[in-house]
């Protein structure tokens, strides 16, 4: 699936990956995917929590090598 904006929040730990996600999202038009790729383990909550929070749908979230990426569709 491809995204229509990368966002590189690896290294950043909370609450910077879900700051930075929600700036990255809000230059997104509907529908537009969001990819995120974080190494902090808080996020395997806080972002699912906030995209339902947002309305947004998480299309995909994997991990590999300690990278977790999710790919997020705005709503």
Do not use: R, Y
């Not at 910077?16 to 509907?30: E, F, Y």
């Not at 994997?62 to 569709?73: H, M």
């Amino acid at each position: 699936m491809k995204s229509n904006l990368q966002l590189d929040a690896k290294g950043l730990s909370c609450p910077m990956p879900i700051v930075k996600t929600k700036k990255a999202i809000d230059t997104l038009n509907t529908g537009e995917i969001l990819e995120v790729q974080v190494t902090d383990k808080g996020a395997l909550a806080d972002i699912p929590a906030w995209a339902k929070a947002g309305g947004h749908n998480i299309l995909d979230q994997s991990e590999e090598a300690g990278v977790i990426t999710f790919l997020i569709q705005k709503a």
